[in-house]
């Protein structure tokens, strides 16, 4: 080996064994607390690996809300009739008997993005509402069931498909969330009380909410033609009012989709202070005939809530409704009613109330004892109990 030779090896020696002395000594030490700057020329350090990501949770709806009530009443009807129902009601049709108006339970999830409802009862409401469902029968107990889906990043835009409620009328079907113990004759005959399909709304503006529809028709589950009716719903919010518009279309007779109806409703809901509300609602419908020829009918009410103490509450409404052809009401008139309702809240989940009721056509339409068609008034003394239960909103 050369002179050359054997200086190299003794280097390569020596820099093999410092190498291996200062691997073990950093590996003996603990790590610094701060790392100066490298050298410009120093190789930068490797990077640290990426944290392994954490397994995605397993989906869950998350907790389910349970509420239900039990509404009964007592109805008194000063024309006697001998068929012990009032006339031109749609959920206290029972005159001078005790009477289940409605219990009903209901499950329901917030969407979060995905949420659902449904709703099961028994009562004469419920046959009321689904008295021209041609579906099976199961769905003369079915209020509402409807998936809905409100995705994170869409701004307050939500969509249900299934079978819900109208956005129609000031009033609903549950007599707790109502001011008085009747319902008014426009929300019985002026708007449906249910659609299965389609239904969106979106926030336009921090005061405006739109909403558009797309459902088989009124009042049906399984559509009774192949058309298709259109809701489009809108909502203007401020805090002393709220304005709520609604516009359906579509065809609604039975086998044809000739004859479409049409039906604007709109409510003004008056919040003046926390003690006195009050609210005007209007509709006006019309529907083409398979003649040719146009029925239509329109309405008015207005009603105002005071809450004279923590328990006690005072409602009165008005109402005019005019039927020429007499496509709603059956026979062509034009009704009113005055209705005089006294709410005591006993607890929390426990309210009575008390109502007197005054109906009035320009034609002979109520019963009169075994007389029909006999009298033009209607009076009415109901005393209802309502008890509920759920969770606070």
């Known amino acids: 080996m050369t002179y050359f030779g054997t200086r190299a090896t003794i280097l390569a020696i020596s820099l093999l064994a410092a190498c291996s002395a200062l691997c073990q000594l950093t590996a003996a030490s603990p790590a610094p607390t701060k790392v100066d700057a490298p050298d410009a020329q120093a190789p930068a350090p490797a990077p640290t690996p990426a944290a392994a990501p954490a397994a995605a949770p397993t989906w869950s709806i998350g907790g389910i809300d349970f509420s239900g009530f039990v509404d009964g009443?007592?109805?008194?009807?000063?024309?006697?009739?001998?068929?012990?129902?009032?006339?031109?009601?749609?959920?206290?049709?029972?005159?001078?008997?005790?009477?289940?108006?409605?219990?009903?339970?209901?499950?329901?999830?917030?969407?979060d993005p995905v949420g659902f409802r449904i709703d099961l009862g028994y009562g004469r409401a419920f046959e009321t509402v689904h008295a021209s469902e041609e579906g099976p029968s199961i769905f003369r107990n079915l209020e509402q069931a409807f998936v809905s889906f409100k995705p994170t990043k869409a701004k307050g835009f939500e969509a249900d498909f299934g079978e819900f409620v109208t956005s129609a009328g000031a009033e609903v079907i549950e007599t707790k969330d109502n001011w008085t113990y009747s319902r008014s004759i426009l929300f019985a005959y002026a708007i449906p009380y249910y659609h299965f399909g389609l239904r969106t709304s979106m926030p336009i503006t921090k005061t405006i909410t739109g909403g558009f529809q797309l459902v088989n028709g009124w009042n049906n589950v399984e559509d009774n033609n192949s058309g298709k009716t259109i809701g489009l719903t809108g909502a203007f919010t401020k805090p002393k009012y709220t304005l709520n518009v609604n516009y359906y279309t579509g065809p609604e007779k039975k086998d044809s989709n000739k004859g479409w109806r049409n039906l604007i409703d709109t409510t003004l809901l008056l919040t003046p202070s926390s003690v006195l509300n009050m609210y005007i609602n209007y509709d006006y419908a019309q529907e083409r005939n398979l003649d040719g020829s146009l029925s239509h009918y329109q309405g008015i009410a207005g009603a105002a809530h005071e809450q004279l103490t923590s328990h006690f509450a005072l409602v009165q409404r008005v109402?005019?409704?005019?039927?020429?052809?007499?496509?709603?009401?059956?026979?062509?008139?034009?009704?009113?009613?005055?209705?005089?309702?006294?709410e005591y809240k006993w607890v929390e989940g426990l309210l009575t109330r008390v109502e007197y009721r005054r109906d009035h056509s320009d034609h002979n339409v109520f019963t009169r004892g075994n007389s029909p068609l006999a009298n033009q008034n209607q009076n009415t003394l109901a005393v209802g109990v309502i008890g509920f239960f759920g969770p606070k909103r």
């Not at 024309?79 to 031109?88: E, I, L, R, S, V």
């Not at 749609?90 to 108006?101: G, I, K, T, V, Y």
């Not at 109402?319 to 006294?342: H, I, R, V």
Request: net charge negative; charged share 20%.
């Open 73 to 111: 009443y007592y109805e008194f009807n000063a024309n006697h009739p001998a068929d012990k129902f009032n006339q031109y009601r749609n959920f206290d049709e029972r005159a001078n008997q005790f009477s289940l108006n409605l219990a009903k339970v209901t499950l329901s999830h917030d969407p």
């Open 319 to 342: 109402e005019y409704f005019n039927d020429p052809q007499g496509f709603a009401l059956g026979t062509a008139q034009t009704q009113n009613e005055f209705t005089l309702t006294g």
